[in-house]
């Protein structure tokens, strides 16, 4: 069981907008950056959001984040199939383990 | 550009010792924390530790704690996980990922290695 919670999966056809939550606590979200990270199957994972709501260079603005207190969100626009993965955020946490991943929401582009 | 560069997929029999091997270029690579991620067959990413090289302060993850051992040799820029009795149970695909100062996101991550722990 993760620190962070993730719904197992989200749905939504090509062109719409999905968003998929990242909730914790104190001890690691609220008070410190999230990220996210998209895994495509077969592949190591890779950053797609820091500092909350950051881009690094060559992620397109179709992805953005948000946080809010303890809960952290992704959003997704203009889905493509391509967008097909898993999708993980992470935290340090500092009652725990220093670093602590949530347990994953695999989007599916119907 | 930066790169982690892992060693290549290992199987092994229970009760075998194993050490695998993430090799960092591109950027200063004892000012970066170097972390381990445990991906088992069709699970979710789970942190494992964290090394600076610079000084080789380690944390440990409970969960992996007295598990694994995670050390860095800074002279030829490679960080390690070790095993010292490997179990079925170890059988995944093992992730290095280099953190990020400040808010410590993973920036990196190299190609993963898969130990396979088969009797």
């Known amino acids: 069981q993760s620190v962070l919670t993730q719904p197992p999966s989200v749905s939504a056809a090509p062109g719409q907008k999905v968003t998929i939550s990242c909730s914790g606590s104190?001890?690691?979200?609220?008070?410190?950056?999230v990220s996210w990270y998209q895994q495509l199957p077969g592949t190591a994972p890779k950053l797609l959001i820091y500092?909350?709501?950051k881009r690094p260079s060559g992620i397109p603005d179709r992805f953005s984040g948000s946080k809010s207190g303890t809960s952290a969100t992704l959003g997704i626009t203009g889905l493509q199939t391509g967008d097909e993965a898993d999708y993980y955020c992470?935290?340090?946490?500092?009652?725990?383990?220093?670093?602590?991943f949530g347990g994953g929401t695999k989007l599916t582009v119907l | 550009e930066v790169q982690l560069v892992q060693s290549g997929a290992e199987v092994k029999k229970p009760g075998e010792s194993l050490k695998i091997s993430c090799k960092g270029s591109?950027?200063?690579?004892?000012?970066?924390?170097i972390g381990w991620v445990r991906q088992m067959p069709g699970k979710g990413l789970e942190w494992m530790g964290i090394?600076?090289?610079?000084?080789?302060?380690?944390r440990y993850s409970p969960s992996f704690q007295g598990q694994v051992t995670i050390s860095a040799d800074k002279s030829i820029s490679t960080a390690y996980l070790q095993w010292s009795s490997l179990k079925a149970s170890d059988t995944a695909m093992y992730y290095c990922?280099?953190?990020?100062?400040?808010?410590?996101?993973?920036?990196?991550w190299g190609q993963g290695t898969l130990v396979t722990v088969s009797s």
């Open positions: 990922a280099r953190h990020r100062g400040g808010s410590y996101e993973v920036d990196y």
């Open positions: 591109g950027y200063s690579f004892t000012s970066y924390w």
């Open positions: 992470g935290t340090w946490d500092s009652s725990l383990s220093p670093w602590v």
């Open positions: 104190s001890s690691n979200i609220g008070n410190n950056y």
């Open positions: 500092d909350n709501n």
């Open positions: 090394i600076y090289p610079g000084d080789s302060d380690t």
